[in-house]
C-alpha cells in the first residue's frame, strides 16, 4: 500500500522535444496529478535530484516547476522533510454543516464610497486617485499611429452593423493571452466583449440570474459589484474574507443555495491578498455540487511584483462554472471602456443571444485598435514595462510613507495591484480624512465603506500609479498633514 510519505508513482510524460518548455510541462502534470486526487494531501514529491534524474533534465528545471507549484498553493517545500502536496488542500466532497440560524441580508450599504468612482468624472488623475493606470507612460505615439491606421482603412464592411458579441480579431486576439498569461483554454467562440466591468456584470446578471436570487460578495468588497447586483434583483449575502481571501464555509453557512458568487481571486478588492488554492478548490466543489455561478473579477492580475501571478480561477474550472471578467482599464486606459467575459462553453450562446437584444459590444474602432496593439507584440511588451515602473514607484511610495509617519501607520504590503492599503489608528475616522484630502486636491479612498458586516477599518487606499518616485515624498507629507489634523 502507498503511504502518503513515498514519492509519488505516475508517469510525468515529459517531452523534452515539445515547443512548451520541460519546467511548464513538469509544473502542469504534476498540478494534474493533485486535481485528479492521484497525488493526495500530504503526498511527498521526489527530490529536486532524483526528479533531475529521473527526467534527465538539468536540477534547475525541476525546481523552477517545485517553485511554481509552491507559488500557487499546491505544494509546500518543508525543507529537510522535501517537498510535499499542500496538506490543507480540501477533500473533494467534503460538506461543510449549514448554519440553519442564519439568514441572507440584503446589502444596500454605502456602496459608492466602495466604488472607487473619481470625485468628478473626466477629471485627470490625483495624487493617490485609485483606478487609473500610469497615465505620463500611456505609449500615445504609438497609439494614435495605430488608431490612424485603423480609421483610414475603414472600408464599408466596417461601417455597418457588427458581431455584437465584438470584433472576432480582437476576441481572438484575448483568447491567446488568456491562454499564455492566465492558463486558460478557451476559444473566441468564448469570449464576449463588453463595456468595461458595468458591461461584463450586466452580461452577467441578465443572461444567469433572476430577481431575488441570492449572490454572495465579499466583505469586505467592491462596492461597484455590490451595487450592481442589486439593481440586477439580486439578494446581496456579504460572506467575511480572511487572510486566504472569501471563507468559503461561511458562505455556505449563510446562503448555500445561491446562484453566484462574485470573487476576485488574483487581488481581493481592496485588501490585495490571492485566494488560496484550498478556498480555490472549494469555491468550485461549492458551485459545481450547487449548479450556481462563480464570477471571476481578474481586475489587477497583470501585476505582479515579486512572484509569477498566480493562474486564474478559469484554469482550474472542469464543470463550466466560472465566467471570467476582464478589463483593459488597467493595462491600458479606462477611458477605452473595454473589457470582456469568457463564458463558460456551455452558455456562450446564451450570452450571444443577450449581448444581440440587450448589450452589443462597443465600438468597433477602438476594439480594432486594441486588437492591433495585441496582435504586434505591444501589448506584452507594454504590460512588462509599466509592471517595472509600478514596481519603482510603490517602493518609492512605501518608503516615503515610512519616512512622513513612521510607525503610526501600517501599511499592508500584498504583492500586486495598484494601491497600498494603509491601515490608521483606531479612532481616526477614514471617511472624512478622504473628505478633506479631497478638498485639498488628493485623492485617497476611505477602508471602511468597503465593507457591510466586517470590520475593516480605519484605512485608506492610495494608488501609487500616478505619483512619480520624486514626488512620492511631497505626496505622503501632504498626507500626513491631513491626517494629523484629524
Ligand atoms: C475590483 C474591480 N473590478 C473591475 C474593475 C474594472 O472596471 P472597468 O472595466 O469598468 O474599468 C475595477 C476598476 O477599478 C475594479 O476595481
Not at 492558463?183 to 466583449?193: E, F, K, M, Q, R
Not at 471563507?247 to 478588492?269: E, F, I, K, M, N
Not at 494603509?422 to 477602508?447: C, K, Q, S, Y
Request: proline letters at 8%.
Amino acid at each position: 500500500m502507498e503511504s502518503p510519505t513515498d514519492p509519488p508513482r505516475f508517469p510525468l510524460d515529459i517531452d523534452i522535444g515539445a515547443g512548451e518548455a520541460v519546467y511548464r510541462q513538469i509544473y502542469r502534470r504534476i498540478r494534474a496529478a493533485i486535481l485528479d486526487g492521484q497525488l493526495l494531501p500530504g503526498a511527498r514529491l521526489p527530490s529536486w535530484n532524483a526528479l533531475a534524474a529521473e527526467l534527465s533534465v538539468a536540477r534547475g528545471t525541476v525546481k523552477a516547476a517545485y517553485d511554481w507549484l509552491a507559488g500557487e498553493g499546491y505544494v509546500v517545500a518543508l525543507g529537510p522533510a522535501g517537498t510535499r502536496v499542500n496538506p490543507a488542500l480540501p477533500e473533494a466532497s467534503r460538506d461543510p454543516a449549514p448554519d440553519a440560524g442564519h439568514a441572507a441580508l440584503a446589502g444596500d450599504g454605502p456602496a459608492d464610497e466602495a466604488a472607487g468612482f473619481p470625485a468628478a468624472w473626466g477629471s485627470a488623475a490625483r495624487p493617490f486617485q485609485m483606478g487609473v493606470p500610469a497615465l505620463d507612460v500611456f505609449p500615445r505615439k504609438l497609439w494614435s499611429r495605430l488608431a490612424a491606421r485603423q480609421a483610414t482603412r475603414l472600408a464599408p464592411a466596417g461601417m455597418v452593423y457588427q458581431d455584437p458579441a465584438g470584433l472576432p480579431e480582437l476576441r481572438a486576439a484575448i483568447a491567446g493571452y488568456l491562454a499564455i498569461a492566465r492558463g486558460i483554454s478557451c476559444t473566441a467562440n468564448d469570449v464576449l466583449v463588453t463595456s468595461g466591468f458595468a458591461g461584463a456584470i450586466n452580461m452577467i446578471t441578465g443572461t444567469l440570474l433572476a430577481a431575488g436570487d441570492r449572490a454572495w460578495i465579499e466583505d469586505p468588497g467592491y462596492g461597484r459589484a455590490r451595487e450592481a447586483l442589486r439593481l440586477a434583483g439580486a439578494t446581496i449575502v456579504p460572506v467575511p474574507v480572511d487572510g486566504e481571501g472569501i471563507d468559503v464555509a461561511a458562505g455556505v453557512r449563510r446562503a448555500a443555495d445561491a446562484r453566484l458568487a462574485y470573487v476576485t481571486p488574483s487581488h481581493q478588492s481592496p485588501l490585495g491578498m490571492p485566494l488560496s488554492l484550498p478556498r480555490r478548490l472549494a469555491l468550485l466543489d461549492w458551485a459545481g455540487r450547487q449548479k450556481s455561478w462563480i464570477v471571476e473579477d481578474d481586475y489587477y492580475s497583470e501585476f505582479r511584483f515579486a512572484n509569477r501571478p498566480m493562474s486564474a480561477l478559469k484554469s482550474l474550472d472542469g464543470e463550466g462554472r466560472v465566467i471570467y471578467v476582464g478589463t483593459f482599464s488597467k493595462v491600458l486606459l479606462p477611458s477605452l471602456r473595454l473589457g470582456y467575459i469568457v463564458a463558460p462553453a456551455a452558455e456562450a450562446d446564451r450570452f450571444r443571444h443577450f449581448a444581440a437584444y440587450l448589450m452589443p459590444s462597443p465600438s468597433q474602432l477602438v476594439q480594432a485598435i486594441v486588437a492591433n496593439f495585441i496582435a504586434q507584440g505591444h501589448f506584452g511588451r507594454h504590460i512588462r514595462r509599466m509592471r517595472a515602473i509600478y514596481a519603482a514607484r510603490r517602493a518609492a511610495l512605501v518608503a516615503a510613507l515610512q519616512e512622513a509617519f513612521g510607525d503610526k501607520i501600517a501599511i499592508d504590503l500584498q504583492d500586486g495591484g495598484m494601491h497600498l492599503v494603509v491601515h490608521l489608528p483606531r479612532g481616526m475616522v477614514d471617511v472624512e480624512i478622504a473628505r478633506r484630502a479631497a478638498a485639498a486636491g488628493l485623492g485617497p479612498v476611505p477602508l471602511s465603506p468597503w465593507s457591510l458586516e466586517a470590520r475593516c477599518g480605519p484605512g485608506l487606499l492610495l494608488s501609487f500609479a500616478n505619483i512619480l518616485p520624486e514626488d512620492a515624498p511631497q505626496a505622503a507629507r501632504r498626507l500626513q498633514r491631513i491626517i494629523r489634523a484629524d
